[in-house]
């Protein structure tokens, strides 16, 4: 089973103990959003580029890779929480097609 939802504390909560082996990936619209919402434009843009292209890469080593080095790019700067990280790459594990 998957859900798919925004982060929300409670929901992740209920979702682990009515369903434990669940995959409860993040929503990646919403981290789009907050990169929008949390970055300047210019640091946003960058993130949001890189995401895009990210999504376009069928190979799961060179995504985490991309992925990582994006992530580490803005962390400090932005106190983006690295626990969550991994939760927003589940489109990999699930693809669209």
Not at 54 to 75: G, H, Q, S, T
Request: charge should be positive.
């Amino acid at each position: 089973m998957l859900i798919v939802s925004g982060g929300f504390s409670q929901l992740s909560s209920a979702i682990k103990v009515i369903f434990p082996d669940t995959d409860y990936p993040l929503c990646v619209i919403h981290m789009e959003k907050d990169v929008k919402r949390d970055m300047n434009r210019e640091d946003a843009n960058i993130f949001c580029e890189e995401l895009g292209i990210i999504k376009k890469v069928n190979d799961f080593k060179k995504v985490l890779l991309r992925f990582e080095w994006v992530y580490e790019r803005f962390e400090k700067k932005y106190k983006m929480v690295s626990s969550k990280k991994w939760n927003y790459l589940h489109f990999l594990v699930y693809p669209l097609n």
